[in-house]
């Protein structure tokens, strides 16, 4: 019977896999977004090795070149070749972006499993300081923590971080509560295991696939997010190539210059455009109810 069982199984996962790789071989824009994202992972990973400049080296007998085959994307104001800091500059954007969706999947994820198991004053408790986070606007809370900690990236990594994690929580917290009363969970308890073991062993694999859904979601606006406050001054300063940050130096060159500006912000609306479709893909390879979880965020 357990071999019958395990067939069964294996069986049941060669489906479930054929039948996402039949939904993405039909899904044009999912593609589209895998398609964008590696090629910025592979630009990120390669770019800075193979390229001929430095990234904050000045030239100023180059300075505000327009395209050309040894500048593809023109140079600055300061004669730096701007391919080459947009290159650097998704290292910065990718670094961060993971950082801050791990720190905030880490917190919200285990904030969400406690509240949700446990119950009582405890869910209570922590579900009321959910509730306070999400009533303000995200990058409004985020721009007054980074704008009192000062400028720099770490603060705009702690302050993305600090008020994001609270949608990770609300659904983790959702998938809890109608699991905890399944069979494979009073059948756990029965068997004398501990709550920390149950929460761990037995829940936690099932709220993955939903929260990686948000984390995919979640990249493309912390990437928005951390463009945003470095625009304003909060974020990297120079001669960092960050996205941001090239924003906010080129804009005053807008009418001689237009690649100081359409450089940066085309890197910005294809990357977040890109995560977003991909975690859309995701997200409805995903079960009904997951899907309906994740639109109630």
Not at 33 to 53: K, W
Not at 93 to 118: C, D, N, P
């Amino acid at each position: 019977m357990s071999d019958r069982a395990a067939n069964s199984r294996d069986r049941q996962q060669v489906n479930e896999r054929q039948e996402w790789t039949d939904r993405l071989a039909t899904d044009r824009l999912g593609q589209f977004g895998i398609g964008v994202v590696l090629a910025l992972l592979v630009l990120a990973a390669l770019g800075p090795v193979v390229s001929p400049y430095d990234p904050v080296e000045q030239d100023l007998s180059n300075r505000l070149e327009s395209p050309s085959l040894s500048h593809p994307f023109g140079t600055d104001q300061l004669g730096r070749d701007v391919l080459t800091r947009l290159v650097h500059g998704a290292r910065f954007s990718l670094g961060i972006a993971v950082a801050v969706t791990t720190v905030r999947l880490i917190m919200g994820t285990a904030v969400g499993l406690v509240a949700g198991y446990a119950g009582g004053w405890i869910d209570e408790a922590l579900m009321r300081l959910v509730d306070i986070l999400l009533a303000f606007p995200g990058i409004v809370l985020a721009l007054v923590i980074a704008g009192i900690l000062g400028p720099s990236l770490v603060n705009v990594m702690l302050a993305l971080a600090v008020v994001g994690w609270a949608s990770y929580a609300r659904l983790v917290r959702s998938s809890v509560l109608s699991l905890r009363e399944r069979e494979f969970v009073s059948a756990a308890r029965l068997l004398g295991r501990s709550r920390a073991h149950i929460a761990i062993r037995h829940l936690l694999p099932n709220v993955v696939a939903p929260v990686v859904v948000l984390a995919t979601l979640d990249i493309g606006s912390v990437i928005l997010g951390t463009a945003g406050l470095s625009f304003l001054g909060l974020g990297a300063q120079p001669p960092t190539p960050e996205w941001g940050t090239m924003l906010a130096s080129g804009r005053s060159y807008l009418r001689q210059a237009w690649w100081l500006v359409n450089a940066p912000g085309l890197c910005i609306m294809l990357t977040v455009l890109g995560f977003n479709l991909l975690g859309d893909s995701l997200r409805e390879m995903l079960s009904p109810t997951q899907t309906a979880q994740m639109e109630e965020l």
